[in-house]
């Protein structure tokens, strides 16, 4: 794929952060502040689900729902911490296939406009990848947060409350084994393909953007090690920004969602910062982005959109070459970002007027109280369950 240059290039600078930000007591002070916050939104999200898992038997429809509200409400979680704790920019181009779908918007955020029913596939830099992908569910019109799937890795689901949080958000686990994780898949699969009958008797499906890293695991040194043993393995070349996809999952979940599903958007994530053979997961920690002040400078996508019924999902050899391409031209577009410290620019017959090529947004929400959502469930039941224990009280006391 011939990558055009950038537009106005610059270095990426050698280490993002500069040294730390911060003294060790504003770092103990920020630890403490993000941990709470992350704690208490994630046990008020997780005690939400454990008060609305009985509509489960009730009405499945009404179960689904609700869930999806919670997990709205955990987009809205990681999108506040980011902001407060680990602000980046965010700068985002594409080629003509997204042409007028991300607009920058009058208060100098950015609105996407993906379809409801989407597969996203990403290349996987950092293990915080998924956070600001799901951010672009937040910024969608209509909102995408509720209804984001992620496939991840089995030992996933078995962090206290994060994982059984994430069991009910119907995530999908996988063990890396396809006779073991193939049932998994086809149930899980099965119900996003679901198709439903509104009052009018007209069918419709349930709104899904399924986030796929099919490299199987982010970047790093031993990744890379893998990567090249496969490569030389198969007889091919092994990129050198990227890991080879493997393409069993991918393609399976194709052809699983195939006739509901229209598109394959792909996007291409790169970090500021991240010198070249060197490894993003081992300059962007949790602890560097969160307590530090070491958040990258800038996160980067360039994305992509693939007609589903232009990928060859017949036979497997012939969509495994189709998605080893794909990644071949990741690695040209890393390869371009690591030289100019940019991706392509969005061509200019792909805007619209006065748009410019490069959009620059923040990861935040769009009104500051929205964080309040997240404990409004919690709330609510409180006060219920505390009015009721008084007018026990009070019936009690009448009549004893």
Known sequence: MAVAAANSP?????YPSDGEKYNRAVQILRTVSVLAYFFAGACAIHASQLIGAPLYWINRRLYYAYMSLTKQSFGLLIATMTHWWGPTTIRISGDASVANQIRKTEDGLVEFSFPERIVMIANHQIYTDWLYLWWVGYANSPRMHGSLFIILKESLKYIPIVGPGMMFYGFIFMSRKMAVDQPRLAHRLGKLRTEHTAPDGSK??????????????????????????????????????VLLPRSTGTYYCLNEL?????????CTVAYEGVPRGKFGEKIFTLAGTYVRGQSPKSVNFYWRRFRVADI????????????????????????????????????ADALTKGQESFLETEVRTRHWWEFAQIFTVVGAFALVVNLLLKTWTRFVSVFS
């Open 10 to 14: 610059r270095a990426t600078p050698a």
């Open 312 to 347: 060859p999902l017949a036979d497997q050899e012939e969509f495994d070459l189709w998605l080893r391409d794909r990644w071949y031209e990741k690695d040209a577009l890393l390869e371009q970002y690591i030289t100019t410290g940019r991706f392509p620019p969005s061509p």
């Open 258 to 266: 195939r006739g509901t599903v229209d598109y394959v958007y792909d």
């Open 204 to 241: 419709y499906l349930d709104p899904m953007w399924l986030l796929l890293f099919p490299e199987g695991t982010n970047a790093s040194q031993n990744g890379r090690n893998k990567s090249a043993k496969w490569a030389d393995k198969i007889g091919v070349k092994d990129p050198e920004h």
